[in-house]
C-alpha cells in the first residue's frame, strides 16, 4: 500500500471534491471572518463532545482572532488577551463600552486569560517552564462555556460583517443555532 496524501493542490484533479475541507484562505470572501468562524465550530464540536482542553484552546482562539480582526488592519504579534483589551480601550473601541452585553464579553476574554496568559496553556500538556497546564483551572461548564463562547463569536462576526459590508450584518454567524 502507498501514502496517499489527504491535501489536495489547486488546480489539480484532486481539487474540491464534494466532500473536501476547503483549507486554503485564497477561496474565503472574507478569509479572518472564515477563520473564527471554523475556529469556533470547532470549539464547539470539542465542547459537545466533551474535550475540555481543545475546548478551552478553541474558545481562547476565537477571541484571540476576533479581538485581532477588531484591531484590523493593524498586526500585533501577542498572545496576550489584556494587551488587545488594552489596545481596543484605547482606540476607544465599543467592546469596551459599559453595556451588559459587551460586559459580559470583555469578562469571558479577561477569564480566558486569566487561565492562560500567554495563550500557551491550552495547546500543549505543559508550559513553557513545565507546569501543568491549566493548573489554575479544574473544569469548564459546558452550557456557560457555550454559552459565553456563542455570544462572543456572535458579537464579533458581527462587527466583522458590518466592517466589511459598510453597515449593519444581516447573515447570521456561520454555525449559529436559532
Request: charge should be negative; glycine fraction near 8%.
Amino acid at each position: 500500500m502507498s501514502y496517499r496524501s489527504p491535501f489536495g493542490f489547486i488546480g489539480s484533479d484532486d481539487h474540491n471534491g464534494p466532500d473536501a475541507l476547503c483549507l486554503s484562505r485564497t477561496h474565503c470572501v472574507n478569509a479572518a471572518e472564515d477563520t473564527i468562524a471554523e475556529f469556533y465550530l470547532a470549539a464547539v464540536a470539542a465542547i459537545e463532545c466533551s474535550a475540555p482542553q481543545p475546548a478551552f484552546f478553541l474558545a481562547r482562539q476565537v477571541a484571540e482572532l476576533g479581538l485581532k480582526e477588531l484591531l484590523s488592519p493593524d498586526s500585533f504579534r501577542t498572545h496576550s488577551l489584556t494587551e488587545l483589551l488594552e489596545r481596543l480601550g484605547r482606540r476607544g473601541d465599543p467592546l469596551l463600552a459599559d453595556s451588559p452585553e459587551e460586559g459580559e464579553i470583555v469578562e469571558f476574554i479577561r477569564d480566558l486569560d486569566l487561565h492562560d496568559a500567554r495563550g500557551d496553556q491550552g495547546r500543549y500538556p505543559t508550559t513553557i517552564t513545565g507546569a501543568l497546564s491549566l493548573a489554575t483551572v479544574c473544569c469548564a461548564d459546558p452550557t456557560l462555556l457555550r454559552q459565553h463562547l456563542d455570544r462572543l463569536h456572535s458579537y464579533v462576526h458581527g462587527r466583522v460583517t458590518a466592517s466589511r459590508i459598510g453597515g449593519a450584518a444581516d447573515t447570521p454567524p456561520l454555525g449559529a443555532t436559532t
